[in-house]
């Protein structure tokens, strides 16, 4: 999509405080933001990535017109029913990041249905080099008048999703069942619902450190991710320590419908391997 208005309100967007930035990247979620002038504030996470909804609400006393919600790595919030309730009740628009969460929606169900709009980041999911969509919610299309879509951005129903979804979900069963010996020095950050359908596989990484397992993985070949290592600086270490925690500590591994499940044994066969070296 792109915009055609001049500008925006420069009312306060509320985003969860885990946002990442590297410097190749930037930040997918903080660079429009920053781009659009608008002002930021921040609600807390935990320790598993869920949303504190007691700071949510405090945040929101203080005025916010629009709540981003990040559906994470596909992992739909237990609070999400009450951000949004919450969000409403202080009168916030809900934007849905679904960047991670296309699949999540679309085949779970779980997610996408009780905000205004949603984003999909086509590329993140789909063999293409670029390319988002915004999804509008019933009742809401006056959100997005003015807005144009891009016609040479494929559609995702070009696509066989059904085939790439169930392979996402069976990768991360088998991952799960591989890494359960690992458990206290690799351990998943979620179980997986029957309604989620997974972008990466999110572990925390114990008693040894994250960077340099994966450095020691990457250089052994496998394409092992730490999507969000470092915070974004106005999410500081000092107000958000659970989330500085996690950005040290989160490891992603690969469940793309390309991976075999012989690669993903290979893969733990190593992880393990590399733990105990580290940790000797
Ligand atoms: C949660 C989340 N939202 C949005 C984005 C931005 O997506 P895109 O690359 O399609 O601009 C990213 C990635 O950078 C992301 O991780």
């Not at 925390?204 to 340099?212: E, P, T, Y």
Request: aromatic share 8%; glycine share 8%.
């Amino acid at each position: 999509m792109r915009s055609s208005r001049a500008s925006w309100p420069t009312q306060r967007v509320l985003l969860p405080a885990y946002v990442g930035w590297s410097a190749r990247e930037g930040s997918g979620v903080f660079d429009p933001i920053a781009s659009l002038k608008l002002t930021a504030g921040f609600y807390r996470v935990d320790s598993t990535l869920h949303i504190d909804l007691a700071h949510l609400e405090q945040e929101l006393a203080n005025g916010a017109a629009v709540v981003v919600l990040i559906h994470y790595f596909g992992h739909v919030d237990p609070g999400y029913t009450n951000t949004v309730e919450l969000a409403r009740r202080y009168g916030a628009l809900i934007v849905e990041d679904e960047a991670h969460a296309m699949f999540t929606d679309l085949f779970g169900g779980s997610c996408g249905r009780l905000g205004d709009v949603c984003l999909f980041s086509l590329h993140k999911l789909l063999p293409m080099p670029t390319g988002g969509a915004l999804v509008v919610n019933p009742g809401r299309e006056g959100l997005v008048a003015g807005l144009v879509s891009d016609p040479s951005i494929p559609s995702p129903w070009d696509f066989d999703l059904l085939t790439m979804v169930r392979a996402r979900r069976r990768h991360a069963e088998v991952l799960g069942e591989l890494l359960a010996p690992l458990a206290g020095r690799v351990d998943p950050l979620w179980t997986l619902p029957p309604d989620e359908v997974p972008q990466t596989f999110a572990v925390r990484i114990r008693g040894v450190s994250r960077d340099l397992l994966y450095e020691r993985m990457n250089a052994a070949g496998f394409g092992v991710v730490s999507l969000y290592h470092t915070m974004i600086p106005e999410i500081t270490a000092a107000q958000f320590p659970a989330s500085h925690e996690l950005a040290r500590t989160v490891m992603n591994l690969p469940v793309h419908q390309e991976a075999s499940e012989h690669e993903l044994r290979a893969m733990v066969v190593e992880l393990s391997r590399q733990l105990d070296l580290l940790s000797s």
